[in-house]
Nanobody, 114 residues
């Protein structure tokens, strides 16, 4: 059974930082391209960042320049470091694993508010 479990979300003030984690089980993690997506209230899910099995990264959208995606294959974990957070970053953040199939986590809420 494949599981992706996100953690690290919460309430943070504008300008603050959060580090999201996603632990995968039931897959050969090192084979998978890992990604972070988000869905803001009233909007569609959008790509935030991806990292390939070889470690190549891609950043998309308005968070570019404020985020870093990384992975630790020994821990089956992908991270998303988010800095200089803005209220418009408020969303549910989802972890994705993509290889021959695509898997999703349940999401973790990030709220940026004073």
């Amino acid at each position: 059974q494949v599981q992706l479990v996100e953690s690290g979300g919460g309430l943070v003030q504008p300008g603050g930082s959060l580090r999201l984690s996603c632990v995968a089980s039931g897959i050969i993690f090192s084979n998978y391209r890992m990604g972070w997506y988000r869905r803001a209230p009233g909007k569609e899910r959008e790509l935030v960042a991806t990292i390939t099995s070889g470690g190549s990264t891609n950043y998309a959208g308005s968070m570019k320049g404020r985020i870093t995606i990384s992975r630790d294959d020994a821990k089956n974990t992908v991270y998303l470091q988010m800095d200089s957070l803005k209220p418009e970053d408020t969303a549910v953040y989802y972890c994705n694993a993509l290889f021959t199939r695509s898997y999703w986590g349940q999401g973790t809420q990030v709220t940026v508010s004073s």
